[in-house]
């Protein structure tokens, strides 16, 4: 779902380095923003059948390669507390779609 302002929270501690000095470290990835941006490459649709997988397996294939160790994280079932504001945004959207 994210964290409204999260890179305002933290860019306090933000650090920029190269991704291959995190060789031996684990990153964790939202797999959900790796396949949406796959989805959104349209030159490559016409040359591969599913460029969202072909992006993820170079990307994956990328992190493995410089000793990284990719750990994907997937959306759960949302929790109690944002069943509302879930709600709220179903009825803006299907409201906005009539």
Known sequence: MG??????????VQQHCPLS???????AVDLRI???EGQGV???QRVVAKPCLRNLFFRISHLLQIGMHPLFV???????????VMAKR???RYK???
Do not use: A, D, F
Not at 3 to 12: D, G, H, K, R
Not at 76 to 84: A, C, D, R, T, V
């Open 3 to 12: 964290v409204t302002s999260l890179w305002q929270i933290i860019s306090s």
């Open 42 to 44: 349209r030159q490559m």
């Open 74 to 84: 997937i959306e759960g079932n949302p929790p109690e507390l944002k069943q509302e």
């Open 96 to 98: 906005n779609q009539r």
């Open 21 to 27: 000095s995190l060789h031996g470290h684990t990153l």
């Open 34 to 36: 790796w396949v949406v």
């Open 90 to 92: 179903q009825r803006i």
